[in-house]
């Protein structure tokens, strides 16, 4: 196109994306009378509520934010042209202006390719700067042309990092959104390297599935499970900016019930969180069914019934093969009780009893005292009390048994101080003995750090839904982080998982990859190098004497440049740091802030790095850093790959040994 052309197209791309927002607007308007006025269409008081959630659903699923591009592609196809963007937008006669990404026909945005053209002539690229549109990049895929890597592609993937995770709908690669578009009910296991995008993979995929699935899913639930708060914080905002507002976020924490107010010794945490506790606490539980050693007889005004020994140990016993929840095998024998005392009553009186004489029958002193024997009711906290007071079983080594029992026992199990692995065994035994509430699907982050129990928490939690498992092997930092996949999959429930490996990194610079990838033959984890397709960012090692006067220095040079800034050290350096850094005029955010109104630089501890980047990342003394945890290495490779740009490495102690000779 000649130059006056180039402008006319862009300045009738921009007329459409005012076009767009306008009929946003007018959409969102339209929701909000809606809403208003609900009370007065409704026929009663109940729709009139559903309609309200509804509509207030609505409202919050069409904001616009100006800084945000309401469309980010164009698909120019025979005569048509669609414009992509992250929701549907439609004009007043309904026909579409912006097609949704996860549309069908939006999938030949990110497949369509010069060897497979899916009848697209041309993709087009917008670029954009806070908000507004400044250029656009044309492919001709119908020609058969060598396609080049995209500027504008390049630009938004190295495009500085502030604040909160964004979404990738602009970006997705055909390895990602084959991941993202896969069916409802099939799981999948995705083996990410650093900066591969695996979360936002797993992020995108819960998107796509409410979109096509939305009624079912918003029934049964979407669930994200991340490693720490921090972590949530920083991906909170990115489903909200695709439209999806009714997802909930948690950590494993976060699902369980029980107060944790105590601190286990490691060695005790280790066997909670192994998986023959589980067994432990069913054998407990399994071992409180007796067969019943006499009959019942029940008063019933001028009648007795009674039941014989053999019938009531054929209830017992048919209950039992038949494996409920504990408390669901209680009722059922209550209930087969008192249908066999209900046969008598007919047979006697010649008529069926109701209802309320089948609940007055259930609650004859009589059948609630045998219940009380044969099957007794208990509570998952009352269940783990009495394990951990007396954990004998021959699952357990005397060893074992030993460190997991309480020294000084409390008088019951309310009064219990409860650690987070308890907090654990608590919710298995609240599964063992009622049914868990399960999600449509669950989506969970660094998933390598999963203990065997943690993962039988969220097994109950998608029992009738699928999962998608994010993680990556080398970057397991927990004593029981798993070596391998399989495993892991099996304690989920979802042992047919595929598991898909991502290499390609677009965040991560090929030279902190590459650093990165001297660990690995280390960390006792097969998985595959990671490569990069950034040939940008810097890296920057350095022998310094004082490291609180370097880590200043450095922090006010990366200062200079766009973008967030991210201190890691160990947990106890992180007050010693942060403190120089304010002393010496920089205001600084804690890892679970807002680091665009916060400020640029945040400083964190190791532990809690993982999952997060920053554009410029300063590691301080890595030698600490390993020598802090049993796992330290694998933790250096998370640390050294959450740089988006930019790696500073400040070292007083000699490098760990996979490191010797980089400079």
């Not at 650093?194 to 599935?209: C, E, F, M, N, Q």
């Not at 905002?237 to 924490?253: F, H, K, M, N, Y």
Request: net charge negative; glycine share 6%; with cysteine.
């Amino acid at each position: 196109m000649t130059v006056p052309a180039l402008e006319e197209e862009l300045a009738a791309e921009r007329a459409h994306l005012d076009a767009s927002r306008k009929a946003l607007r007018r959409m969102r308007e339209r929701a909000e009378d809606l809403y208003a006025t609900g009370d007065k269409v409704a026929g009663d008081a109940y729709t009139a509520e559903t309609l309200g959630r509804h509509m207030a659903r609505r409202i919050a699923e069409l904001a616009d934010n100006p800084d945000t591009p309401l469309f980010f592609g164009r698909l120019d196809i025979d005569e048509d042209q669609f414009h992509i963007g992250r929701r549907h937008v439609t004009d007043t006669t309904g026909e579409p202006m912006v097609l949704d990404w996860r549309a069908p026909l939006s999938r030949k945005f990110y497949q369509a390719s010069t060897k497979d053209p899916q009848d697209v002539q041309t993709r087009r690229r917008f670029g954009f700067v806070k908000g507004e549109l400044t250029s656009f990049e044309d492919e001709h895929l119908s020609r058969g042309e060598q396609q080049a890597i995209s500027q504008i592609l390049l630009e938004e993937i190295e495009r500085p990092r502030v604040g909160p995770m964004r979404d990738i709908v602009a970006t997705i690669q055909p390895e990602q959104d084959e991941l993202v578009r896969a069916e409802l009910d099939e799981s999948i296991c995705v083996q990410g390297a650093p900066g591969t995008g695996k979360t936002a993979v797993g992020l995108h995929r819960a998107a796509y599935l409410l979109y096509l699935h939305r009624e079912r899913l918003r029934r049964a639930g979407v669930l994200i499970v991340g490693p720490n708060t921090a972590f949530l914080h920083y991906i909170a905002s990115v489903l909200p900016a695709l439209g999806e507002v009714e997802v909930r976020q948690s950590t494993i924490d976060g699902l369980l019930a029980t107060q944790v107010r105590a601190v286990d010794s490691e060695a005790a945490a280790a066997v909670k969180h192994d998986p023959r506790m589980a067994a432990v606490l069913a054998r407990r539980l399994h071992g409180k069914i007796r067969k019943p050693e006499e009959p019942l007889t029940v008063s019933d005004g001028s009648y007795r019934w009674r039941v014989s020994t053999e019938a009531l140990r054929r209830i017992v016993d048919d209950v039992r093969r038949e494996a409920p929840p504990y408390s669901i095998g209680r009722e059922r024998v209550r209930a087969r009780i008192v249908s066999l005392l209900m046969l008598q009553s007919e047979a006697r009186r010649g008529d069926s009893p109701g209802e309320a004489w089948q609940r007055r029958m259930g609650k004859a002193a009589p059948v609630v005292e045998l219940l009380d024997r044969v099957w007794p009711a208990v509570t998952p906290e009352q269940l783990v009390f009495e394990v951990l007071s007396d954990p004998a079983d021959d699952l357990l080594s005397a060893d074992e048994q030993e460190v997991i029992t309480w020294a000084k026992p409390p008088k019951t199990a309310k009064s219990a101080r409860w650690s987070a692995a308890d907090a654990v065994l608590v919710d298995e035994a609240a599964g063992l003995i009622d049914r868990v509430p399960s999600f449509g699907h669950v989506v969970v982050d660094e998933a390598q750090d999963l203990s065997p129990m943690q993962a039988r928490v969220i097994a109950r939690r998608s029992e009738h839904g699928s999962i998608t498992l994010l993680g990556d092997l080398a970057q397991g930092t927990a004593p029981w982080a798993a070596r391998d996949w399989p495993a892991l999959l099996a304690h989920l429930g979802k042992p047919g998982a595929r598991v898909v490996p991502l290499t390609t990194g677009f965040r991560v610079p090929a030279a902190v990859v590459a650093l990165a990838n001297r660990l690995l033959p280390a960390l006792g984890v097969d998985v595959p190098e990671a490569r990069s397709l950034r040939t940008d960012g810097a890296l920057h090692i350095s022998t310094v004497e004082s490291l609180e006067h370097e880590t200043v220095r450095s922090v006010k040079d990366a200062l200079q440049y766009a973008g967030s800034i991210g201190v890691i050290a160990t947990d106890a350096a992180v007050d010693g740091l942060a403190g120089a850094l304010r002393d010496a005029g920089v205001m600084v955010a804690g890892a679970e802030t807002d680091t665009e109104t916060d400020g640029r630089v945040t400083v964190l501890p190791a532990s809690l790095a993982k999952g997060l980047e920053y554009d410029h990342v300063i590691v301080v003394e890595p030698a600490d850093i390993v020598a802090a945890e049993a796992r330290g290495l694998n933790r250096l490779f998370v640390v050294l790959t959450r740089a988006v740009s930019r790696l500073d490495v400040l070292h007083a102690q000699p490098l760990p040994t996979p490191l010797d000779g980089v400079s």
